[in-house]
C-alpha cells in the first residue's frame, strides 16, 4: 500500500524556521518526482514545489512565493522527502501536504502536517 | 504560469441532479495533464480524476472527466448527498503546477 506521511509542523515565529518530513513506503521512491502542496485554513489549495528523481537530477522547482525561502530536498537511502522552511510569514500558515504522481493511478497525498506562523 | 479558472464559483443543486462543473486553463495544458480533486472540511483532497479523464480507484462512475487543451469539465451525472464538497482542478503538464481556485457544490 502506498502511504506518505507528513511530520514536523507546529507553532513558529514569524522569521523563523522549520523543516518538514514526508516518509514514503510502498512505491519505489528512488524514482517518484515529488512535490509539497499547501492549504492555508479555509482557502484553496498552492502548488509549493517539487524535486525530480536524482537519476533525472535532482532539480527543483519552487512556486514564486517561496523561492528563496524554502528548500525541498530527498534522502532515497530511507525514503524520506523534506521541506526546509526558513524566514516564515504568516501567510506561510497552513496544513503541508507531500504528494506524488503516479503514471497508472495518477496523484498520491498525505494526510498533512499543520503549520502555524504566528508571535 | 499557467493560471486556471474554475466556473463556477458555486453551484447550488439538489441530490438526483446533475453537476457540470468547468476548469479554463491560461494557456494549453501539455498532454492533458489535469486532476480534478474533491475537498471536504477537514480532509485532504481526494483524487477523483487524472490525466483529463481517467477515474482514479475507487471512484463511483458518476464522476466523468473530459477536455483538452485549455477547456476542461468534471461532470457528476447524479449527485449523491456525499458529493457536496468543494471540486478543484489541477493542471501538471508544467512548472510551477497550479490549481484552480476551486468550485463549491452546495
Known amino acids: 500500500e502506498v502511504q506518505l506521511v507528513e511530520s514536523g509542523g507546529g507553532l513558529v515565529m514569524p522569521g523563523g524556521s522549520l523543516r518538514l518530513s514526508c516518509a514514503v513506503s510502498g512505491f519505489a521512491f528512488s524514482n517518484a518526482w515529488m512535490s509539497w502542496v499547501r492549504q492555508v485554513p479555509g482557502k484553496g489549495l498552492e502548488w509549493v514545489g517539487r524535486i525530480t528523481s536524482n537519476p533525472h537530477g535532482g532539480t527543483t522547482d519552487y512556486a514564486a512565493p517561496v523561492k528563496g525561502r524554502f528548500i525541498i530536498s530527498r534522502v532515497d537511502s530511507i525514503n524520506t522527502l523534506y521541506l526546509q522552511m526558513s524566514s516564515l510569514k504568516i501567510e506561510d500558515t497552513g496544513v503541508y501536504y507531500c504528494?506524488?504522481?503516479?503514471?497508472?493511478?495518477?496523484?498520491?497525498w498525505g494526510q498533512g502536517t499543520l503549520v502555524t506562523v504566528s508571535s | 504560469e499557467i493560471v486556471l479558472t474554475q466556473s463556477p464559483g458555486t453551484l447550488s443543486l439538489s441530490p438526483g441532479e446533475g453537476a457540470t462543473l468547468s476548469c479554463w486553463a491560461s494557456?494549453?495544458?501539455?498532454?492533458?495533464?489535469l486532476a480534478w480533486y474533491q475537498q471536504k472540511p477537514g480532509q485532504a483532497p481526494r483524487l477523483l480524476i487524472y490525466d483529463a479523464s481517467s477515474r482514479a480507484t475507487g471512484i463511483p462512475d458518476r464522476f466523468s472527466g473530459s477536455g483538452s487543451g485549455t477547456d476542461f469539465t468534471l461532470t457528476i451525472s447524479r449527485l449523491e448527498p456525499e458529493d457536496f464538497a468543494v471540486y478543484y482542478c489541477q493542471q501538471y503538464g508544467g512548472s510551477p503546477y497550479t490549481f484552480g481556485q476551486g468550485t463549491k457544490l452546495e
Open positions: 504528494t506524488t504522481y503516479f503514471d497508472a493511478g495518477g496523484w498520491v
Open positions: 494557456q494549453s495544458v501539455s498532454s492533458s495533464f
